[in-house]
């Protein structure tokens, strides 16, 4: 879930540039929790071919293309998300709920990663004392969106609430009854969501932080 990246003038060209951004950064959320439950004893997401940064194994047609494209053109806040990665917890052996931990961490981290890396392109190619930031095409603009868009990413994932990966964190972190409350509001996880976006506590709760990260790497 990703608010609109500050595009003054909606066209095709501006709509493309980000939707290509969204779908490689959902592309490597997901690859990246494939390839850390791999490492951590559940070859699961492996068989399916999702250790890949290959979009075309993660699109979910309606969350990836559809409501992305929708938002885009219309302005709205983008919606947006790629099919779930399967992890098998009993193929994790013991301590499974940690190693779980770190699979949901993975995707996240991934995000902040990419977001560093074009950060780095960013300042390289000048930054904004370029003056390409004002050019919607150029390096420097495209950098600056898939900065804000992972960092955004990643702190909305990170939100403590199921199934977002926070709330799997959260749930590795848990121990005894007290874990097996909290996943007791699995089945409620996109109600409270949606109670989150209709009240505006989602934007209270990441926009400030996502500012904050995106203005030290700016």
């Known amino acids: 879930?990703?608010?609109?990246?500050?595009?003054?003038?909606?066209?095709?060209?501006?709509?493309?540039?980000?939707?290509a951004i969204l779908l490689i950064s959902l592309s490597v959320h997901e690859?990246?929790?494939?390839?850390?439950?791999?490492?951590?004893g559940d070859n699961t997401a492996r068989l399916l071919g999702r250790v890949s940064i290959n979009p075309l194994v993660h699109i979910d047609p309606l969350g990836t293309i559809v409501l992305p494209l929708i938002?885009?053109?219309?302005?709205l806040p983008i919606i947006g998300w790629a099919k779930p990665v399967p992890v098998n917890p009993r193929n994790l052996g013991g301590g499974w709920?940690?190693?779980?931990?770190?699979?949901?961490a993975a995707g996240p981290a991934s995000n902040l990663l990419i977001a560093i890396l074009g950060a780095i392109v960013f300042r390289l190619a000048g930054g904004f004392e370029s003056g390409g930031i004002a050019d919607r095409y150029s390096l420097v603009s495209v950098m600056g969106r898939a900065v804000d868009l992972n960092v955004l990413?990643?702190?909305?994932?990170?939100?403590?609430?199921?199934?977002?990966?926070?709330?799997n964190v959260l749930a590795g972190?848990?121990?005894?009854?007290?874990?097996?409350?909290?996943d007791k509001l699995r089945p409620y996880g996109f109600i409270i969501l949606y109670v989150l976006l209709l009240t505006g506590?989602?934007?209270?709760l990441v926009y400030p932080v996502s500012d904050r990260i995106v203005g030290w790497l700016l």
């Open 173 to 182: 972190l848990l121990q005894g009854p007290v874990a097996d409350a909290y």
């Open 1 to 19: 879930m990703v608010r609109w990246l500050g595009l003054p003038n909606i066209d095709p060209v501006q709509v493309l540039f980000l939707f």
């Open 97 to 104: 709920r940690q190693k779980y931990m770190l699979i949901a």
């Open 153 to 167: 990413l990643a702190v909305f994932n990170m939100l403590p609430v199921p199934p977002l990966d926070g709330g």
């Open 71 to 75: 938002a885009m053109f219309s302005g």
């Open 31 to 40: 690859a990246a929790h494939a390839w850390s439950a791999n490492r951590l």
């Open 201 to 204: 506590a989602f934007a209270t």
